[in-house]
């Protein structure tokens, strides 16, 4: 069972007898994964994205070299 | 760092939860390092014997390397992006295209493509273990390299059963003994043979034209580069930069498994009857003892690979709802179960369907790229819903119908039935334009452009899956003003409903 159902599971289950620190756990790790994705929409949080000028390199690295390779490849 | 934050961090990296800029700690180095050992295995040797069937060695060896190139444009674009800004896995930047329970066909392809890599390498144990008792003078009977592969996945169940803490820094070592074998593999042919043979020698099984030679050449490493989608988003999650990412994932994926697929391809070449495959030409080119050295190192790099192959099989698993449950030791049984009667009964038909494999990864892989790359560069505007990434409910973003996109679907079977029409992996007959495109580009393009079309026609006008910024501007305001408040009688507009309308 995932965070996401443990979460609702707690909601609903969470005042049975015996299962109260499961569901104590699960509540946690869905109250952990909201936070993070809270977090993760901020802009200083999230990871530093690619370039333009990255892309333009990949573009020459993935598209024009192996032309070129082929090209040479064939001339042979 | 407090035992909570510790154990948070724990959580989100097991369960593929975001993590922040601030949690990821690889530096470009670890990511290289992490990268060349997954591509560099023996798997290797036979990826690089299945071009020696279609080209001679200078022009193999620029396909060999144009391919592996190529086939990493496709994985950095479709997942350095998203993987890297979000710090989430592959599988789950998959639930935007597939929805939140479709994304399950992710975890399938995943389980799938290492499942096979794993089988491949549990087979190439059991050769090794066959040559070395011909080493021995001893003549094994048939099924000893199906016996021996068994024992091989026993062997691996055996060192993952501690749990899987332990094993994360068994690929660098392992990579290292590889390259190493690689290098001596190639030093062994070299002296034995001599460069003239290997220059001029033929390819072993070419096609009419010259032009599907090449095609398939390319082909073979494209089809196998687009198999790291499985692990790349793993490793991007784990470093801050996604700038700093990008090179060590071409290099280390890419190439990697570009140059260590050259020793294969030239013993291929030199040794026809060995399609590239060590365990076959070892004893033949270094003597007794030499060859039955390597053969161990073989199985000791083989050993190394699937130990870290099962445990990623595994964490794969544990994605899913009911396997989550299951004990650790319960897990990796249930990520090799199809190996034991694979391995055990039809060792030899399947390492002789490698091409069949091949093509597999390119027509499951391919497709899925070319989904993540329109939707996420061409209709999302590289910006994802991070809730509803898993938001199940029926308010979730990516919700679609019970939790499936059709649209995702659809175009996924588009680009796979593009490939298989391009290229027949059971028989590897090709139709035009496979001759000037190969199989798998043009069905990362097809599924991309059927997704993006689909979504135009059904997923905007349906209002699922979180476009409503790509709805028409009139029909978005008088949507807002259906769920906006109710206005007071006689009051201005609210700001969100304009008095335009």
């Given at each position: 069972m995932n965070a996401e159902d443990r979460l609702h599971r707690a909601g609903v289950d969470g005042e049975l007898d015996g299962r109260a620190v499961l569901e104590h756990d699960a509540a946690s790790e869905a109250t952990e994964l909201a936070r993070r994705c809270s977090l993760i929409e901020e802009l200083d949080l999230q990871g530093l994205p690619l370039l333009r000028r990255d892309y333009v390199t990949l573009v020459v690295a993935t598209v024009l070299i192996p032309i070129v390779l082929i090209i040479v490849g064939n001339l042979k | 760092m407090s035992a909570h934050e510790t154990s948070a961090q724990h959580a989100a990296l097991q369960n593929g939860w975001p993590q922040t800029r601030q949690e990821r700690h690889w530096s470009g180095t670890n990511i290289f390092g992490t990268a060349i050992a997954t591509?560099?295995?023996?798997?290797?040797f036979i990826i690089g014997g299945f071009v020696s069937f279609y080209l001679a060695a200078a022009p193999g060896t620029l396909a060999v390397l144009a391919g592996s190139l190529?086939?990493?444009?496709?994985?950095?674009?479709?997942?350095?992006?998203?993987?890297?800004?979000?710090?989430?896995?592959?599988?789950?930047?998959?639930?935007?295209?597939?929805?939140?329970?479709?994304?399950?066909?992710?975890?399938?392809?995943?389980?799938?493509?290492?499942?096979?890599?794993?089988?491949?390498?549990?087979?190439?144990?059991?050769?090794?273990?066959?040559?070395?008792?011909?080493?021995?003078?001893?003549?094994?009977?048939?099924?000893?390299?199906?016996?021996?592969?068994?024992?091989?996945?026993?062997?691996?169940?055996?060192?993952?059963?501690?749990?899987?803490?332990?094993l994360k820094d068994f690929g660098p070592p392992i990579a290292v003994l590889t390259l190493v074998l690689g290098v001596v593999v190639m030093y062994l042919l070299v002296h034995k043979l001599g460069v003239q043979k290997l220059l001029h020698a033929h390819a072993v099984a070419p096609a009419a034209s010259r032009r599907v030679n090449w095609a398939s050449g390319v082909e073979v490493l494209v089809a196998s580069n687009l198999s790291w989608w499985a692990y790349t988003g793993g490793i991007v999650r784990n470093g801050p930069s996604a700038r700093k990412a990008m090179w060590p994932l071409i290099t280390g994926l890419g190439l990697g498994v570009g140059v260590g697929s050259l020793a294969g391809f030239y013993a291929g070449l030199v040794i026809p009857t060995s399609g590239g495959d060590p365990t076959q030409f070892l004893i033949q080119t270094g003597g007794?003892?030499?060859?039955?050295?390597?053969?161990?190192?073989?199985?000791?790099?083989?050993?190394?690979?699937?130990?870290?192959?099962?445990?990623?099989?595994?964490?794969?698993?544990?994605?899913?709802?009911?396997?989550s449950k299951l004990s650790w030791n319960?897990?990796?049984?249930?990520?090799?179960?199809?190996?034991?009667?694979?391995?055990?009964?039809?060792?030899?038909?399947?390492?002789?369907?490698?091409?069949?494999?091949?093509?597999?990864?390119?027509?499951?892989?391919?497709?899925?790229?070319?989904?993540?790359?329109?939707?996420?560069?061409?209709?999302?505007?590289?910006?994802?819903?991070?809730?509803?990434l898993y938001d199940r409910t029926r308010a979730g973003a990516y919700r679609y119908w019970a939790g499936f996109n059709p649209v995702g679907f659809v175009s996924f079977a588009a680009g796979v039935v593009v490939y298989l029409y391009l290229l027949d992996p059971v028989t590897y007959s090709s139709r035009t334009p496979f001759e000037f495109l190969g199989a798998s580009i043009p069905s990362v393009f097809v599924a991309g452009l059927v997704y993006y079309v689909g979504t135009r026609l059904v997923l905007v006008p349906a209002r699922r899956g979180g476009y409503e910024h790509l709805e028409p501007a009139g029909r978005a305001l008088r949507s807002q003003r259906r769920i906006g408040p109710d206005p007071q009688p006689g009051a201005a507009s609210t700001a969100t409903v304009p008095d335009t309308l």
């Open positions: - | 591509a560099i295995a023996t798997w290797c190529i086939g990493m444009l496709f994985i950095v674009l479709a997942l350095l992006p998203v993987c890297g800004k979000y710090g989430i896995d592959s599988a789950v930047s998959t639930r935007p295209q597939f929805g939140v329970r479709g994304s399950l066909l992710s975890v399938v392809l995943i389980y799938g493509s290492t499942l096979g890599w794993n089988i491949i390498l549990f087979i190439f144990m059991g050769r090794a273990t066959n040559s070395i008792l011909k080493g021995f003078g001893v003549h094994p009977p048939g099924w000893v390299t199906g016996a021996a592969g068994v024992a091989g996945i026993l062997l691996a169940l055996l060192a993952l059963r501690r749990g899987p803490e332990s007794n003892v030499i060859g039955v050295i390597l053969l161990v190192f073989v199985i000791i790099a083989d050993l190394g690979t699937v130990v870290v192959g099962v445990y990623s099989s595994a964490i794969g698993l544990r994605q899913v709802a009911g396997v319960a897990t990796t049984l249930l990520a090799v179960l199809p190996a034991f009667v694979i391995v055990g009964i039809f060792p030899d038909q399947v390492f002789d369907r490698f091409g069949t494999f091949l093509a597999f990864l390119g027509v499951c892989f391919g497709p899925v790229c070319g989904i993540q790359i329109a939707d996420y560069f061409l209709l999302r505007r590289q910006t994802l819903d991070a809730h509803g």
